[in-house]
């Protein structure tokens, strides 16, 4: 989590940062061959040089975005999570929960699909 300490330390609310802390940790943890780096002042997780995700904070909620291909196809399923979307990314609010079981399958949809991309977005 070093990649990101300075970052986290950024956020003066510190059920926020503690949040945040717990879902950076969580993908780490849970996903060790990805690599954590700091580009465009985001925190992202990379799989041999490609994008996997990126996941930002903001005042009223944390933004995971997994890029459109991953958005599609788990729309539904973000939906009925109760998380607001866009077409390349989706938000879950500080006060809600995150749900784990979804994060993961993104992920490794994302891990799995870019198997043998060698750009850093699709």
Request: hydrophobic share 40%; proline share 3%.
């Amino acid at each position: 989590m070093k990649a990101f300490e300075e970052y986290t330390a950024g956020i003066e609310n510190l059920d926020h940062r503690s949040k945040a802390e717990e879902i950076y940790s969580w993908i780490a943890h849970r996903f060790p061959h990805l690599e954590q780096q700091m580009k465009w002042n985001t925190p992202m997780f990379t799989d041999h040089g490609t994008f996997i995700i990126g996941i930002d904070k903001a005042k009223h909620h944390m933004s995971f975005a997994p890029e459109e291909a991953a958005m599609k196809q788990f729309a539904q399923l973000i939906e009925e999570a109760g998380y607001s979307s866009t077409k390349g990314l989706f938000r879950i609010k500080w006060n809600q929960p995150v749900d784990y079981e979804l994060l993961e399958k993104i992920i490794e949809f994302n891990i799995q699909e870019k198997a043998d991309c060698s750009t850093f977005w699709r």
